[in-house]
C-alpha cells in the first residue's frame, strides 16, 4: 500500500504561483511512476503532469506545458507541482498519485495506470 497526502493549495490571484507537494509513505519503491491530476467542477478528470521514479521523463498536459514543473526528492519521498502564471481555469482540486506497482509502459500520462490516489488540495485562482 501507498499513502499519498498532498499540500499546498490555496487562493491565489491570476499570474501568482502556488507550489503543491504530495508526501508519500508505504511501499513507495514499488511506483515506479507519480503523476497530478485536477478535476474542476463540471468537467473530467485531468492529468496535470507525471514523472517517473528518477525524474529523467514528464509529461505535462498542453494546458499547462511552460507555466508548471513537475518535480521529485526521492529522498523525502515528496512529489511536487510548481505551478506558474495560474489563470482562473487552473481552478480545481488537484489529487497526486502513484502508478500500480511496477508498472513499466509509457502510457504513465493515463490515469488508469494509477492505483493510490490522494485525498486532493484544492487550488483556486481568482481573476
Known amino acids: 500500500q501507498v499513502q499519498l497526502v498532498e499540500s499546498g493549495g490555496g487562493l491565489v490571484q491570476a499570474g501568482g504561483s502556488l507550489r503543491l507537494s504530495c508526501a508519500a509513505s508505504g511501499n513507495t519503491f514499488r511506483s515506479n511512476y507519480n503523476g497530478w491530476f485536477r478535476r474542476a467542477p463540471g468537467k473530467e478528470r485531468e492529468t496535470v503532469a507525471a514523472?517517473?521514479?528518477?525524474?529523467?521523463?514528464?509529461y505535462y498536459a498542453d494546458s499547462v506545458k511552460g507555466r508548471f514543473t513537475i518535480s521529485r526528492d526521492n529522498a523525502k519521498n515528496t512529489v511536487y507541482l510548481q505551478m506558474n502564471s495560474l489563470k482562473p481555469e487552473d481552478t480545481a482540486a488537484y489529487y497526486c498519485?502513484?502508478?500500480?506497482?511496477?508498472?513499466?509502459?509509457?502510457?504513465?500520462?493515463?490515469?488508469?495506470?494509477?492505483?493510490?490516489w490522494g485525498q486532493g488540495t484544492q487550488v483556486t485562482v481568482s481573476s
Open positions: 498519485a502513484a502508478a500500480r506497482p511496477y508498472y513499466s509502459g509509457s502510457a504513465y500520462y493515463d490515469p488508469g495506470v494509477y492505483e493510490y
Open positions: 514523472i517517473n521514479w528518477n525524474g529523467a521523463d514528464t
